[in-house]
């Protein structure tokens, strides 16, 4: 058990155990099966709140299922999702899709089941035989990369404008009593945010992506389920049609591999997907996704302390922990802001 000691005041870090099921979500999800012709469920667990939908482990006679549920239909990503996998389901790198539809019975709600997936995610498998195994990261991403985009409709460039277009002044006032100088942290990150939005925007301007390939939009710990030595993706709401070479060069800021590891990668990649990189850049790129991985993570932490209003403090803590892990690669950027030390040191000092 860790003892954190800035981020909650010398108070034991739990991670909290998951809230029970209400009686309306029961209710609704019933009426969702029956709609769907599925048997009715004999047990239902909340599995977590994401920002745009919240997710269930359904089971009954015929299996189990993950079941997501959204009040928002804007700004969910079911409905793509649902077609990612309705189009790639013979991949079999990710979940099998059963329906997808909007209730009006309570209220209207849009929704989507597909099967459960038996596997551990990394954080319970753990990375280090994933490591080992050479293989397992390049075959994910020249398998992934090949999916079909026919229902997907956003571009790179749609996907990185939604964190260069993120707008600092639509975050509420909210006082999380149990961060330690947390408005003094709430600054240093909004200037960061606004910093980062225009070395990225004029650094853009520069660089060529290539925009033929499927890119997940979120790989991280929890969205990557390990088969043995077998990679398989979930989530697929932030997916977009981009450039593989800058999804990769991202996974290393989620998941902390040496350098060392993240050429090779792209260099097995590049020979099962027999494309040739002469095009690319790549010592641009990689700044550029340095870059762009500090933005998201000011942006991720912004996002679920004051957004979210702290429901997720799991996730907070990964904040810091990417932050700390990746410290020296953002230390070593030209136009690193040094002013972001304080917070640096703050969740280092938070996060054993």
């Known amino acids: 058990m860790a003892r954190i000691t800035n981020l909650f005041k010398d108070k034991v870090y739990l991670f909290s155990s998951l809230r029970e099921v209400y009686p309306s979500e029961i209710n609704l999800i019933k009426s969702i099966f029956e709609r769907e012709g599925l ?12 920002l745009n939908n919240d997710l269930f482990l359904v089971q009954n006679d015929l299996g189990k299922f993950c079941v997501k549920i959204s009040l928002d239909r804007k700004g969910s990503g079911l409905e793509k999702e649902f077609l990612i996998l309705k189009n790639n389901w013979k991949r079999k790198i990710s979940a099998f899709p059963l329906a997808y539809g909007v209730t009006k019975d309570f209220s209207p709600v849009e929704y989507s089941i597909v099967g459960y997936v038996p596997a551990p995610n990394l954080f319970d498998f753990g990375l280090q035989p994933i490591i080992e195994s050479e293989d397992a990261i390049p075959y994910f991403f020249a398998n992934l990369s090949c999916f079909s985009t026919d229902s997907v409709q956003s571009s790179i460039l749609d996907y990185l404008e939604s964190y260069l277009s993120f707008d600092i002044l639509k975050v509420p006032e909210v006082d999380p009593e149990w961060i ?4 003094s942290i709430k600054n240093i990150v909004k200037n960061q945010i606004l910093l980062l939005q225009d070395i990225l925007r004029e650094k853009i301007k520069n660089i060529s992506f290539s925009q033929s390939n499927f890119c997940h939009g979120d790989l991280n710990f929890s969205n990557i389920l390990a088969f043995g030595n077998h ?31 993240e ?3 792209i260099d097995k990649t590049e020979n099962l997907l027999k494309t040739n990189l002469n095009g690319h850049n790549l010592n641009q790129l990689k700044e550029f996704a340095c870059y762009f991985n500090l933005l998201k993570l000011m942006v991720e932490y912004l996002t679920e302390v004051y957004i979210l209003k702290c429901s997720r403090q799991n996730k907070i803590l990964q904040c ?24 640096a040191e703050f969740f280092v000092e938070s996060v054993i």
């Open 320 to 343: 810091g922990i990417k932050l700390s892990k990746n410290y020296d690669h953002f230390y070593q950027l030209p136009d690193f802001d040094k002013k972001l030390k304080p917070i």
């Open 263 to 265: 050429k090779e990668y």
């Open 180 to 183: 330690k100088n947390h408005q």
């Open 39 to 50: 048997k009715e469920p004999s047990k239902i667990d909340f599995l977590s709140a994401n």
């Open 231 to 261: 990679l398989h993706a979930i989530n697929y709401e932030n997916s977009f049609k981009g450039d593989w070479v800058f999804e990769l060069l991202c996974l290393k800021y989620n998941l902390f591999f040496p350098n060392s590891l």
